[in-house]
């Protein structure tokens, strides 16, 4: 039996739950729910993952058999369906190269900037703005690469990007300009890189390595 403590005790929960059970089942259906949105959020994700690669493999399917016009249809699936995936930019840079290898320089430059307005890793960006200024390097449209090449800023392809900027210049006739870049460019790699030599080199020719 309650003693008469105990069963004021008792009313007094009963009361407490008659007026705040519905809050209470609200929490913890917020609570339930919470849970099943990030489970729900984490399945999508895996989802979009697998969906990418999917997309990405018939990408890399199509430029391993050197069919440019396959893989821009690959790619453009790709793009589309998961815009935000790193491997959307990594198969754009791969269609681009071989846009590039077959002549198309049209494709090549447009698949590049989709990576530059697009991507979200800055060192892809970075290379695809090199990769895209060297393009129309090779059309002689000197202002628009050195533009491009202004915004790379990753650490990986600083030298790359000075030693670009410094063939640039001496094609518009700008040798000092040239040769302040290229030693930019040894500054930003090392003695034992290739670039370093080659750079080096290009100083050498130009009369100006001290």
Do not use: C
């Amino acid at each position: 039996m309650y003693d008469l403590e105990e069963q004021e005790q008792i009313d007094a929960l009963k009361a407490w739950w008659a007026q705040y059970a519905r809050w209470v089942w609200v929490g913890v259906v917020l609570v339930l729910l919470g849970i099943g949105a990030f489970q729900g959020w984490r399945a999508w994700q895996e989802r979009q993952a697998q969906n990418a690669g999917v997309l990405f493999e018939a990408v890399q399917g199509a430029v391993l058999q050197r069919d440019l016009s396959k893989s821009l249809q690959a790619l453009q699936a790709l793009e589309t369906a998961q815009p935000q995936s790193a491997l959307a930019t990594r198969g754009a840079l791969l269609v681009a190269a071989l846009a590039h290898e077959k002549g198309d320089l049209g494709n090549a430059l447009q698949t590049l900037q989709w990576v530059v307005t697009q991507g979200k890793e800055p060192a892809m960006v970075d290379l695809a703005r090199l990769r895209a200024a060297g393009l129309l390097a090779d059309q002689k449209k000197y202002d628009e690469a050195l533009h491009l090449l202004q915004d790379n800023h990753s650490a990986d392809y600083l030298a790359m990007s000075a030693d670009l900027r410094g063939d640039i210049l001496l094609a518009q006739n700008k040798p000092d300009a040239a040769r302040q870049s290229w030693r930019e460019a040894l500054e930003k790699s090392q003695p034992v890189d290739v670039l370093h030599q080659i750079v080096q080199g290009k100083l050498d020719a130009l009369g100006g390595s001290k």
